[in-house]
């Protein structure tokens, strides 16, 4: 298992938990890019990225979306959020576990759309 992610969800790398249910886990990110900066991943790695999603696994893809809005409820975000996901190499993708980018705690600038 050569995975980042998959060894933080083994515990063999530690995080800072946020969140944890039967098939997400959310950590705080190593590199924050706002004050809060919050990763959400299935624990269970079926998929490098949303280029490999179809109807096999996309129940954690909702389980993901389910894990960030009670994430945001229990962290206060009610002034709001983005959720950001990078797939592959042109995307920015640097670890290939699927996983969701959630950033908050301040007024978040600049937007590619
Ligand atoms: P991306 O570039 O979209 O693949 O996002 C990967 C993120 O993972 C990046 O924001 C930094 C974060 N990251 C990488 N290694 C670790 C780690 O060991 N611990 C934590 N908490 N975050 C990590």
Not at 48 to 73: H, Q, R, T
Request: with cysteine; glycine share 8%; hydrophobic share 40%.
């Amino acid at each position: 298992m050569s995975c980042i992610f998959c060894k933080i969800v083994s515990g063999d790398i530690p995080s800072k938990k946020v969140y944890e249910d039967e098939k997400v886990y959310a950590f705080r990110d190593i590199n924050p890019q706002a004050p809060i900066h919050i990763l959400v991943i299935p624990k269970e790695h079926r998929m490098d990225s949303v280029f490999n999603v179809d109807e096999s696994n996309s129940e954690l893809v909702a389980a993901c979306f389910e894990a960030i809005a009670k994430i945001a409820k229990k962290e206060g975000l009610e002034n709001g959020f983005r959720v950001i996901t990078n797939s592959g190499a042109d995307g920015g993708q640097t670890v290939n576990h699927l996983h969701f980018h959630l950033l908050a705690g301040k007024k978040l600038g600049e937007k590619m759309v």
